[in-house]
């Protein structure tokens, strides 16, 4: 089946079987591979894109369901102001450990942030469900909270 | 004791920060070669069953390579080799004609395509000839007319017979235990029995192997050691280990799920050796959690103390599931009893130990081996003798904890060393007052719907398995490190970074030895053939053991650093009178005499050694650890209980920690976040539980069925308090302990503890689901439905 997306901000095309999913074009077509696998039941969140803004996860859509979409994966954030922000919090606080989870969470913060729904660290815990074995979730709260600050001002 | 450090002690980024942020790390699940095949295992659909034949033929009519345990040597193995071989049992077979436990692997297919392989995976048929019930109960297991799961075994190189089911056996005495209990005022004794809990790394476990020109294997895999990778698979094939060169690929979370060869890296060598090609295998999540996960541990212990809170006696026995293969459940026999004897002055012992077959997945060490179960028992057990005795429990833990001077257990029986620092009052006094213990009540005084509790948990880890003498636990590592022609330096080492920052941290302790900026270091690219053994980065080792070694490495390498200035300066006689360090005018570091005009860049002397001929100025050092140094944990923690929903929040936690020189802040604090979350995790929610009819792990795997914690419950960051204790490890780079696993250790029971001071009921069964905490207040008449 024939399907169209902006992919990073370029057009891509493709012909793709109707039940492939998101995860498997990116990563084994389109070679995205910040876009990591962890489950494919769409629990953790590893696999986490953002389609037209919005964060989804990409292993248990099919790629037919987003034609026409914008899909944004961190490599194409590179030189985005607020992603920049997000990724200097992360690493000067030391929000990242294995770094298995760190794109996904990147993304799911980047559209709360943007979209206003998060501004301080309640609003990390409640907006934030990407899974991470490693930091136990407390410097990532502060590092997204942090950045959630520098962009919409001190809120408490 | 206070030094001032140039780096160590500062909050300093990770040099891989870069390439995690921008999804640029690759890490095995994205390698990929020109040519490859993807590789899928076929697993048996029956816990306990004999094969009589697998029929491959639709899978090669569609082009599938397949591989039977016909194709295999048939060589039992253990795929852990950490300890040494005449105390390594091995029952496990790459794949097998009499599966153990539901999803062993039976056949194996590689394809173009993961869907091909799938499809061939699909069509393998398997004849069985005969199907057993699953034996799922140790305590069932040992019962002599139960079958054997096992027969014969090997021990080392000799072949031995199973009974009744036991895997393994260890006893220990000391003292008196009947005269011990004798003399006690109170006795307590109590059960306790741990979920089957899974590690959940995020990346699922991986393999690639390439077959190189001349028929050279390369291995990228994710595993905690290269080395003993190399090592399981040169016996499993015969190949020389020179044949063999497996790479350090950057790994997602492990908490000691690699510390063996995973089973997939041997079953991709024998599909790669008969395809002629490249092969990949990736687990599902679903497929991961029939890899790994812990074992269960079911201990009775019995405790005897005097009314002034002396400690008379203890009695332990440990039951240990080990599922289906033994992934070196013989030394967690001697580790528990080493964290049991290690945490308090018990003066009289008595302990049986014993492994038992289960057809359920191989239980493997999962951070803490033993030690956050142990703990959580025995700091249960302490708090109930203190409520009996009217004694404050802080007090009890004071009195009777193994502190500096006396002698520590760490890893077992064979690893002793004597402690010589020791944060346990300072933790226990300063953690105290930032929780108000002093106002936490008796849980009898709490009434309504939300009722909150302060709960205590003290404990450790230990740093590395090394010690004065070599018992039965193999410890040292290796390290390069070299001066390249520009004055930057390479660092080559085996070991690896599972996420929380080792490597950053010999980076670091080089850098202090030498005097030198961190940026000049460079964390070489590692394997099995360009780098020196190294056992495995577990046990806490990674600062400690490898940190150290990295150290010495530094010393040597800056003693010829300035041999080679005082050839360039000519005038200078003692290296002793020059001194390393980081000039700011000129942005480097330099080697200068105090005092005098005389300076010189690390730069040029590097670029004099390469142009006058002087050759490399390098160190490879090969080291094992004298001592195995507890690092202490103390963790306060107050919790709210829903009564109405059995729900358990975490609303403060202080977690103390005595690291000796903590090297880098930053990632002392992640480790004591991630240990307390992944403790939560235990506590309440994780298990893997079997059918008992069936023997599959319930939900069939998915990991929509194993919750761990979320953000939602972790606590905000402003409740979450780290202190670091004021120590100074005398054997440790730079004063520096392990920290990985002392990180979670007592945590457990400091909420469990809490917990009990909610609502006044204790668990003996891990993890307290919410229905267990309704139930258990119903029983008690505090719930009116």
Redesign the interface.
């Known amino acids: 089946m024939k399907v169209k997306f902006i992919l990073n901000g370029k057009p891509v095309e493709l012909d793709v079987d109707p039940r492939e999913t998101l995860i498997d074009t990116l990563r084994l077509r389109l070679k995205v591979k910040s876009v990591k696998r962890g489950c494919e039941r769409g629990e953790c969140g590893s696999c986490t894109v953002l389609i037209n803004g919005n964060p989804v996860v990409s292993c248990i859509l099919l790629t037919i369901q987003i034609n026409g979409a914008e899909i944004t994966t961190v490599e194409g954030l590179v030189g985005d102001i607020l992603l920049e922000k997000l990724a200097k919090n992360f690493i000067d606080n030391g929000a990242i450990q294995c770094g298995f989870c760190t794109p996904g969470i990147l993304l799911t913060a980047y559209a709360g942030i943007k979209q206003g729904k998060i501004k301080k660290s309640e609003d990390v815990k409640e907006y934030v469900n990407n899974l991470c074995r490693c930091t136990g979730y407390v410097k990532i709260i502060e590092a997204i909270a942090k950045t959630a600050n520098e962009v919409w001002g001190h809120e408490r | 004791m206070s030094v001032e450090f140039m780096f160590i002690g500062k ?1 300093t ?2 040099k ?12 095995t ?2 390698l990929e070669v020109p040519g490859m095949l993807i590789g899928r295992i076929v697993r048996s659909p029956y816990a306990f069953a004999d094969i009589r034949r697998i029929d491959v033929s639709e899978a090669v009519k569609m082009g599938a390579i397949v591989v039977t345990p016909s194709d295999i040597p048939q060589k039992p193995y253990n795929p852990r080799l950490v300890s040494i071989n005449e105390v390594t049992f091995k029952d496990t077979y790459i794949l097998t004609y009499k599966p153990r436990y539901l999803g062993e692997p039976v056949a194996a297919v590689a394809a173009s395509s993961e869907e091909l392989a799938q499809k061939a995976a699909e069509c393998v048929k398997i004849e069985f000839e005969k199907i057993y019930k699953p034996i799922l109960d140790p305590l069932e297991a040992i019962k002599p007319e139960s079958p054997r799961i096992h027969e014969k075994i090997m021990k080392g190189d000799k072949w031995i017979e199973v009974e009744n089911n036991i895997a393994a056996r260890l006893d220990y005495d000391e003292g008196d235990v009947n005269r011990g209990f004798e003399e006690a005022d109170v006795i307590v004794e109590r059960t306790f029995k741990t979920g089957k809990r899974y ?6 476990k991986a393999v690639l192997v390439v077959l190189e020109p001349g028929g050279k294997l390369t291995i990228y895999t994710t595993t905690q050691t290269i080395h003993n990778t190399r090592i399981l698979i040169s016996q499993l094939f015969d190949i020389p280990e020179s044949r063999i060169n497996v790479i350090r690929v ?4 492990s ?1 000691g799920s690699s510390i063996q060869t995973n089973y997939l890296v041997p079953i991709a060598v024998a599909l790669a050796l008969k395809a002629k090609k490249p092969v990949k295998i ?1 687990y ?2 679903e497929e991961d959690i029939l890899d790994h996960s812990n074992f269960v541990f079911h201990f009775k212990i019995k405790i005897g103390a005097k009314k002034n809170g002396v400690f008379t006696a203890a009695e332990f026995i440990n039951i240990l599931d080990v599922g289906a293969h033994q992934v070196q459940p013989y030394p967690l026999l001697g580790t528990s009893l080493g964290w049991f004897i290690s945490m308090y002055k018990w003066k009289n012992i008595r302990y049986r130990g014993i492994a038992v077959y289960t057809n359920k997945v191989p239980g493997c060490a999962l951070r803490g081996y033993g030690a956050p179960e142990v703990q959580w028992a025995v700091e249960t057990l302490v708090d109930e003798i203190a409520e009996e005795l009217g004694i404050d429990p802080i007090d009890l833990r004071l009195k009777n904890y193994v502190g500096k001077g006396e002698l520590f257990w760490g890893q077992g029986p064979t690893v002793k060393s004597i402690i010589k620092s020791d944060g346990v009052p300072e933790l226990l006094l300063k953690g105290k007052e930032i929780i108000r213990w002093s106002e936490r009540g008796h849980p009898s005084e709490k009434k309504g719907r939300f009722r909150r509790g302060i709960g205590v948990g003290r404990g450790f880890h230990t740093s590395g398995a090394g010690g004065p003498i070599s018992g039965e636990v193999i410890d040292y590592t290796g390290c390069i490190l070299k001066l390249n022609e520009d004055g930057t330096l390479d660092y080559i080492t085996a070991l690896q970074d ?4 080792t490597l950053d941290a010999h980076v670091k302790i080089i850098a202090e030895e030498l005097g030198i900026p961190p940026e000049l270091v460079n964390i070489a690219t590692a394997s099995t053939e360009t780098t020196p053994y190294d056992v495995c980065t577990h046990a806490s080792r990674g600062t400690y053991v490898g940190g150290e070694c990295a150290r010495r490495a530094a010393q040597i390498v800056k003693q010829k650093i300035l041999e080679a200035a005082i050839r360039i300066i000519g005038r200078v006689v003692n290296p002793e009178a020059l001194r390393i360090g980081y000039d700011k005018e000129l942005k480097q570091a330099v080697v200068y005499v105090e005092g005098t005009d005389i300076k010189l860049t690390l730069a040029e002397i590097a670029r004099t050694s390469w142009q006058r001929n002087w050759g490399t100025i390098g160190a490879f050092v090969s080291y094992r650890a004298t001592s195995a140094p507890p690092s202490f944990t103390v963790y306060y923690v107050e919790v709210e209980v829903d009564t109405w929903t059995g729900k358990v929040k975490p609303i403060r936690v202080v977690a103390g920690v005595d690291v000796g020189t903590p090297i ?1 802040p ?2 002392v ?2 480790q ?7 403790a939560w995790g235990m506590a309440f929610t994780e298990n893997t539980a079997y059918d008992p009819l069936t023997g599959e792990i319930m939900g069939r795997g ?3 069925d194993y919750k ?5 419950d ?5 409740e ?1 308090t780290v202190i670091i204790a004021k120590t100074y490890e005398p054997t440790g780079p730079f004063g520096a302990k392990g920290l990985g696993e002392a990180a979670m250790n007592p945590a457990v029971a400091a909420i469990l503890n809490a917990v009990y001071n909610a609502i006044g009921i204790r668990f003996y069964e891990l993890p307290v689901t919410p229905d267990k905490i309704i139930e258990a207040l119903k029983e008690k008449g505090e719930l009116e439905w």
Request: proline content about 10%; charged content about 20%.
């Open positions: 909050r980024p990770r891989d920060a870069e390439a995690k942020v921008t999804g640029m790390l690759k890490y699940y994205d590690h959940m790394q995020l990346e699922p950057p790994i997602g979370g908490f990736a599902t999540r599972h996420g929380g920052g880098n930053d990632m604090e992640g004591l976040h991630g240990g307390f979350v992944m998915l990991i929509t761990i914690p979320t953000a939602a972790v606590p905000t960051p402003e979450f």
